[in-house]
Every structure is written in structure tokens, then in C-alpha cells.
């Protein structure tokens, strides 16, 4: 067992989890704690390098499999170069996606099945799960029209999926939600981002409380 807590966070594209989370390790920080905010795919020199391959927009002709593979390839990298040791040492380490984000994505909205796309993750996270995730919920629809919005963001290949495809993603999540109640939390990410800010930042500070009874 390592001393430290795992939160991943989830959701559609636009959803403001990025912004969200950099707030959240902002205030964890101001309070002393010792924690990392990371992403996947990325995280780390190799599994940035596997993102760019993934998300490239001129990489059409990628298979499905390759797909999912290359991305738990980036996850095993981030997960023993720098989550483990991260929370061997104490560290919250806050997590823009995981293993969830492949389950709905490669497994339910490409329809290679989630329990194929599970096991071939297994094999990459050696049981290493979050001990919190957080769902930001919102439909496929605000969250594309928000990423629209947003000239900063680069659009990726999986952003060039069809309306249908973010509806399956949705789906997926749905799914997950419904099989893994104890560990994720979903929270209303259609309101303003300040009032998403404050609601996650209940569900971490109760995370703490837990870990630290427990
Ligand atoms: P993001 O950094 O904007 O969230 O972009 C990452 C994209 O990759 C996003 O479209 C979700 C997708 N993704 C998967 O399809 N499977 C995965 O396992 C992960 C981590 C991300």
C-alpha cells in the first residue's frame, strides 16, 4: 500500500476539468500539502512523445487497437515513472484521465468492448487504481460547443470525432459510473466554472478526511 491518494478525473471533452484541477492543486499547495498535478496521455518525456503519435490529426489511418494499446503503453510509462513514486512519497497526485478515459473512449465509443480494453490495461496499471475519481458531467453537445469557443485549444484527432461518437463516450462514462459507484463521483460540470471549482474541492476535501481516518 503506498501513504499517498490517487484522484483521476474524467469526463467529455470541454467539460473545464483542465482548468478546474489546476485550480484545485493550486489551493492544495496553499495548504501545505504535498501533491502533483499530471495527465494522460503525457505526464512524462515517453508518454508525451506516444500523445503526440495518438492525437495527431494526420494519423487517420490508425487502428482502433493500436490505438488503445499505444495509450496504455503511455500509461504504464506515467504510471511507474512518476505516479507510483509520487505516491510512495506522500503525494495527492491529481490526475487529468485514466484508465476510465480508455473503458469509454477506445472500449465503449470504438466498440473494442470495455472488459478487452480492461484487460490489456490490467497488464499495464498492475492494479494500481485511483482511490477517488471525479466525473465532470456535461453532454457531448455544451462540451463541443465550449471547445468551439476556446481558440487556445489545438484540435486533436479524437476532437474530429463525429457528434455520435462523443454521444457513445457519454454512454460509456454512464456505464462506468453505474459500475464502479464506491470510487467515482460525478459532479454537474454544466455550471459556471467557479461553482464546478468549489463542488470538487468538497468531494477532494472529503477524500482527505477519508484517507486520513482510514
Ligand atoms: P485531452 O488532453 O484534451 O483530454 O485529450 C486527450 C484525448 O485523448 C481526449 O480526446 C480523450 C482521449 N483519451 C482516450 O481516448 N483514451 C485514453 O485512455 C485517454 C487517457 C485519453
Redesign the pocket.
Known sequence: MHKGIFITFEGP?GAGKTTVIAEIYKRLVAEGKKAILT???GGIRISEKIRNII?DNEHQEMDGRTEALL?AAARRQHLVEKIIPALEEGNIVLC???VD??LA??GYARGLGMDEVMSINAFAIDNTMPDRTVYFDITPEEGLRRISKNDEREQ?R??NETLQFHHKVHEGYQLLIEKFPDRIVSTDASQPLSEVTENVWKIISSQLISNKNS
Request: glycine share 0%; hydrophobic share 20%; proline share 6%.
Open positions: 471533452e495527465r494522460e496521455p492525437l495509450y487529468d484521465r485514466f478515459s480508455s473512449y477506445q486533436n479524437l476532437d
